[in-house]
């Protein structure tokens, strides 16, 4: 059975998925912990699942490279196979990236790449898209520019908010990141071999 450590910054909706989805015998994923980067609501569902959660703020150090050693250290006490940044918003160091690459995958809310970054669902909305997506894709040193594993199309409506759009993209994130995640723990997707 494959390990997992979730990462997240906010309400963890992706995280809420993995954990129900986990919570079947069936499923071949075991989430061992949950970590953020601060006191995030999305913490509360790890808690009501009976998993273990920590928080490394980046304000408790002098610089990004101790904050990313110290959550790099609370990650591997649990020595997990797969970490997933799940609404996880930080840009991680590239030294981070190297301690755990390619066993280390992000969801991103447009198909890369296309509308990198922060305000996908803005830039998807503001360049007149209509279809844009979810990806998931291997974290490396750069800004949603790993190696992609899976997509998903998301049509774009007339008249459609910022908000209206982002949670409609979020259901599928969810169902991608729940089959994507089984896929790599079946052999399915071998992370290895995978080219940006």
Known sequence: MLSAVVLISGSGSNLRALLEAAG?????????????????????HAELFGIPT?????SSFSNS????????NNI???NPDLVVLAGFMKILPPEFVAALSPNLINTHPSLLPKYPGAHAVRDALADGATVTGVTI???DEG????????????AVLPDETEHELHERIKVVERELLIKTVA???KGRIDLKTLKG
């Open 54 to 58: 920590f928080v490394v703020s980046p």
């Open 76 to 78: 591997q006490f649990w």
């Open 137 to 139: 894709h291997v974290v």
């Open 24 to 44: 079947d015998p069936r499923f071949p994923v075991r989430i061992l912990a949950v970590g953020s980067d601060q006191a995030a609501t999305g913490l509360e």
């Open 143 to 154: 800004v949603d520019t790993g190696p992609q594993i899976a997509q998903a199309e998301v």
């Open 183 to 185: 896929d790599i723990a």
């Open 65 to 72: 490279s101790e904050w990313s050693a110290m959550l790099l």
